[in-house]
T-cell receptor, first 112, second 116 residues
Framework: GNSVTQMEGPVTLSEEAFLTINCTYT??????LFWYVQYPGEGLQLLLK?????DKGSNKGFEATYRKETTSFHLEKGSVQVSDSAVYFC???????????FGTGTSLTVIP | GAGVSQSPRYKVAKRGQDVALRCDPI?????LFWYQQALGQGPEFLTY????????KSGLPSDRFFAERPEGSVSTLKIQRTQQEDSAVYLC??????????????FGNGTRLTVT
């Protein structure tokens, strides 16, 4: 079956630190991969996506590369800001686009 | 509207009451999903519509849960005889479902249901 496993939090970093949030997946076929972000009191927002192996998704300084050989889609940012404090969810959609599977989320707090 | 709209934002129900949660998707979006998000967890799939057709309801936890989208736009999730374990945030998402089937989901802010 399809599933997503992401590193557990919470993660606390100082401003300008380097961020990595690990995500691995199990899937049949050729899924698309996503990172969503949820700011306090808000709904999930799409952060970035990648639709095939070796694709790199990027947005707002965040990047993630679709690695089929390691079934991973780790989220990285070179220099985090206080405004990046949120919960980050890794997700995949199957090749029908009718099913999305989410990880349990990783809470990030960035302190000044 | 510009985004997915859900109402009410918060709902408190006494155990045994029925509740109805509304979702207004992005105009023109074909696909609509309902998810349940427990505290500290990721969203768990409940059900999926393509236009007015409910194509997958495998995630509905019991027959007390019922969803409809009669005109292929607004959707309602109804929970009958609410129980405490139903307390969660209920998220609605819509998608344009382009030809490559990798359209992302656009989420509403959710309805936080508390059953007392």
């Amino acid at each position: 079956g399809n599933s997503v496993t992401q590193m557990e939090g919470p993660v606390t970093l100082s401003e300008e630190a380097f961020l990595t949030i690990n995500c691995t997946y199990t899937a049949t076929g050729y899924p698309s991969l996503f990172w969503y972000v949820q700011y306090p009191g808000e709904g999930l927002q799409l952060l970035l996506k990648a639709t095939k192996a070796d694709d790199k998704g990027s947005n707002k300084g965040f990047e993630a590369t679709y690695r089929k050989e390691t079934t991973s889609f780790h989220l990285e940012k070179g220099s985090v800001q206080v405004s990046d404090s949120a919960v980050y969810f890794c997700a995949l959609s199957d090749n029908t686009g009718n099913q999305f599977y989410f990880g349990t989320g990783t809470s990030l707090t960035v302190i000044p | 509207g510009a985004g997915v709209s859900q109402s009410p934002r918060y709902k408190v129900a006494k155990r045994g009451q029925d509740v109805a949660l509304r979702c207004d998707p992005i105009s023109g979006h074909v696909s609509l999903f309902w998810y349940q998000q427990a505290l500290g967890q990721g969203p768990e799939f409940l059900t999926y519509f393509q236009n007015e057709a409910q194509l997958d309801k495998s995630g509905l936890p019991s027959d007390r849960f019922f969803a409809e989208r009669p005109e292929g736009s607004v959707s309602t999730l109804k929970i009958q005889r609410t129980q405490q374990e139903d307390s969660a945030v209920y998220l609605c998402a819509s998608s344009s479902r382009d030809l490559s089937y990798n359209s992302p989901l656009h989420f509403g802010n959710g309805t936080r249901l508390t059953v007392t």
